[in-house]
Structures are given as C-alpha cells and as structure tokens.
C-alpha cells in the first residue's frame, strides 16, 4: 500500500515562496529594470509587497517622475505575482485588462507595491494594486483581470 501523503505536492509556505523568489539567478529583465524585490507573502490573504527601486537613469521622464508606463509596469507585477501566490506557484496570470489611476506623481527612489487578489474565478482573476512612496503616501491604485493559466501550458 502506497503512501499517499508523499505522493501529493507539499503546498508551499509563504517564507519558502519568499525564499524562492530571492533566490532566483535569472529575473526577467523587466524586473531587474523596475529594481523587482519581493518583501511579503501572504497566502491566506492573497497578498503580497514588493520593493521597487526606481532608477531615475532608467524609469524617469523629462520632468523627473518615474514615467507613467513604468508605474503601470510596477503595479501589474504587484498583481501578476499575487495571482502567482494564488494559484500556489502553478500558474502564470497573463493581465486581460487594467486600469490605472495615477493620485501624484512617482518620484526615483524606494517604492513600495501592494497586490491582492479579489476573485479567483473559474477562467478570470480579479486583481488589485496599489503603488507607494517612501512616506507611505499613495500614488497610483490600479484593478486587472488576468486568465489564470498552468505553468505546463504557458511553456509550450
């Protein structure tokens, strides 16, 4: 009689999805590009926070703010990445759809981003973030839907 317990997949803590992020040696280039650092997990929240590190050399417009593109680049990560949590680490959540709302400008330095899942539908993920300053003042918010798809089937 075989052991079930062993055979199932350990579900992961939110410390060694945390683990596993910082240990990752290849991140996308457009993390490394938003200075991408993952601080929280929460799982039973559906939450995580992640510190940018936004480089006036690379993310800063004429008027020195992180230009509005990247803003919406930090805060689809915020959301991508807690639907990755979500799923348990077996799915990818390619963005359908989002909206931005931009409160004051994003200035280089410390950011902070905050990204929950709403709703973990049948075929939809509803999604939200939120972009913050050093001094904690909010910055941009931001709403997405994704289609949750499994790891195995976004590599082929």
Avoid at 101 to 126: D, E, N, Q, Y
Avoid at 142 to 156: D, E, M, R, V, W
Wanted: overall charge neutral; some cysteine; aromatic content about 6%.
């Amino acid at each position: 009689m075989s052991d079930i317990a062993s055979e199932e997949t350990q579900t992961l803590t939110d410390e060694a999805i945390l683990a596993r992020f910082h240990a990752s040696k290849n991140p996308p280039p457009s993390a490394r590009t938003l200075g991408f650092r993952l601080t929280a997990v929460s799982q039973a929240e559906r939450r995580v926070e992640i510190a940018f590190d936004a480089r006036a050399d690379l993310l800063a417009n004429p008027m020195g703010q992180v230009q509005g593109g990247f803003v919406c680049a930090m805060l689809d990560e915020c959301m991508s990445v807690a639907g990755m949590i979500a799923s348990g680490m077996t799915h990818v959540v390619p963005t359908l759809e989002m909206k931005t709302s931009f409160l004051r400008p994003a200035m280089p330095g410390p950011l902070r981003g905050v990204g929950r899942v709403v709703k973990w539908g049948r075929t939809v993920c509803f999604m939200e973030g939120e972009l913050y300053d050093a001094e904690g003042r909010l910055l941009a918010t931001s709403t997405g839907t994704a289609l949750p798809t499994p790891f195995a089937k976004f590599k082929k």
